[in-house]
């Protein structure tokens, strides 16, 4: 192969591009159950993966259109990622405060 670049034509949509996080949502993507006629069956590992997949069922990124059928929701898991940000902004706001108040306390001109 020779050191030049070619150019990669984009697949279809953005979806195919899609990247997430964790360990079950990839795997849904990866075997491209992302809609309700793709769904697959899937049964979590017990503790933490558990715990995270109800989690993910609740926030609707992961739904059951049948028995034991489950597929990815990307916009319930963008919406659900775009208000866990919007809850930590104010958090977040008011510990840098608390910095900078302490600093401020303890700062010898």
Not at 28 to 33: D, G, I, T, W
Not at 82 to 85: L, N, P
């Given at each position: 192969?020779?050191?030049?670049?070619?150019?990669?034509?984009?697949?279809g949509t953005v979806r195919d591009r899609y990247l997430v996080h964790g360990t079950i949502a990839p795997r849904?993507?990866?075997?491209?159950?992302v809609t309700a006629s793709d769904a697959m069956p899937f049964t979590p590992a017990a503790g933490?993966?558990?715990k995270?997949?109800?989690?993910?069922?609740?926030?609707?990124?992961?739904?059951?259109?049948?028995?034991g059928r489950f597929y990815f929701d990307m916009d319930a898991y963008e919406a659900a990622a775009?208000?866990?940000?919007a809850r930590r902004v104010p958090?977040?706001?008011?510990?840098?405060?608390?910095?900078?108040?302490?600093a401020l306390v303890f700062y010898r001109g």
């Open positions: 192969m020779s050191g030049r670049l070619t150019r990669v034509e984009p697949r849904f993507v990866e075997a491209r159950a933490r993966e558990a995270a997949f109800a989690a993910m069922i609740a926030d609707g990124s992961i739904r059951m259109p049948a028995a775009a208000g866990r940000r958090v977040l706001l008011i510990v840098s405060l608390l910095i900078v108040v302490v």
